[in-house]
């Protein structure tokens, strides 16, 4: 785990906001010089903590009305291997996410369709055929609120 101070903190929420910020606005926002504010992002970079840049699309606009999070139960567990599932499962385009969870299921799955019939194909001919699935609960999204995180939202 690394050693993060205010300034780190300070850092971190203001990429939480705006990944896209260059390190002179970063440092004007946290009160460091454009060299120190670059410096200690690269080292953040490096440590782990910030591992990779993601573009988050609007997948509404691109044609993704439907988000579903499914529940998984693999039907026997040792005779097909979590590796299997989990590359055979991460190979569909229109699952966004593939989450190995403790409780009721094994795994939780973020799906992406066009809409309930499109969700409904992908079900049925690309998720319940996978190897080893049992059973499958399916939890529509209705609406979703992004929260801070544990370093709190964007600082002013």
């Known amino acids: 785990m690394i050693e993060l101070d205010d300034i780190d903190r300070a850092l971190l929420r203001q ?3 705006d990944a896209t910020l260059n390190a002179g606005k970063l440092g004007r926002a946290v009160g460091l010089s454009q060299p120190a504010a670059w ?3 690269q080292r953040l970079r490096e440590s782990g903590a910030i591992p990779a840049r993601r573009l988050d699309l609007d997948l509404e606009r691109l044609g ?4 579903v999070f499914l529940g998984v139960k693999l039907a026997a567990k040792g005779r097909v291997s979590l590796e299997d599932f989990e590359r055979a499962v991460s190979a569909i385009p229109e699952v966004q996410t593939v989450q190995h969870v403790l409780g009721l299921y094994d795994y939780r799955l973020r ?3 066009r809409d309930l019939a499109d969700f409904e194909r ?8 996978l190897p080893g699935v049992g059973e499958v609960e399916a939890n529509v999204l209705l609406s979703e609120e992004r929260r801070p995180g544990p370093l709190g939202g964007p600082a002013a």
Do not use: D, E, K
């Open 64 to 67: 993704f009305g439907v988000t």
């Open 122 to 129: 992908v079900l049925r001919r690309r998720v319940m055929t």
């Open 111 to 113: 799906v992406v369709a």
């Open 15 to 17: 990429l939480a906001g």
């Open 39 to 41: 410096r200690r992002v």
